[in-house]
């Protein structure tokens, strides 16, 4: 039987450290599963008259600033409640996209989120000033959980990470490209 010299066992050492090293590298570094995002945003601004308003001049404009800043993501699914302002929100990016507007029931953020984490690619959902936050919520992991937004407020995106459990609150300003 052979013996192992010192200078064997060292290197027989030295290659199970690299090789414990590299499996934790790749474990961290080497994950397969591509960053997913949910973009969540409250519909722009409507006109005032009416039960289920269209979009004001200005609403119009902000719904083709949400095209511009999302067009370049990995838009697959658009989810929208069934009112004309929503659905004309994210029709834009629907559209350059080539994708359904398909609508959810803004009773059921349960239902909607099982969907987004089932799909490919990125996700956009329009709500309303009182349901946005509950959505992006599903998503904050072990961060502080956002707020209502106040009536007035349009300019907010949230940006989820569906495959991270981490998301923020960015504005149209901040998001939209030079």
């Known amino acids: 039987m052979e013996m192992i010299t010192a200078s064997s066992k060292k290197l027989i050492r030295k290659l199970f450290l ?6 934790i590298f790749c474990f961290g570094a080497c994950n397969l599963e591509p960053e997913r ?7 722009a601004e409507k006109l005032t008259n009416g039960d289920d308003p269209e979009l ?3 609403g119009k404009i902000r719904a083709e600033n949400l095209r511009k800043i999302l067009e370049d993501k990995d838009i697959r699914y658009v989810f929208s409640t069934p009112t004309i302002r929503n659905r004309a929100t994210v029709a834009p990016l629907a ?3 080539g994708v359904e507007i398909l609508e959810y029931d803004i009773n059921n953020h349960d239902s909607l989120v099982e969907k987004i984490k089932s799909v490919e690619g990125d996700v956009l959902v329009v709500g309303h000033s009182n349901s946005i936050h509950h959505l992006a919520n599903y998503f904050v992991g072990g961060g502080d959980k956002f707020e209502e937004i106040d009536d007035s407020d349009y300019e907010g995106i949230y940006v989820a990470s569906i495959n991270r459990n981490k998301a923020i609150r960015k504005t149209y300003r901040e998001l939209m490209p030079n």
């Open 18 to 23: 690299g090789m414990f090293i590299l499996s």
């Open 37 to 43: 995002n949910l973009y969540v945003v409250r519909h």
């Open 56 to 58: 004001a001049e200005e």
């Open 95 to 97: 559209s350059a996209k």
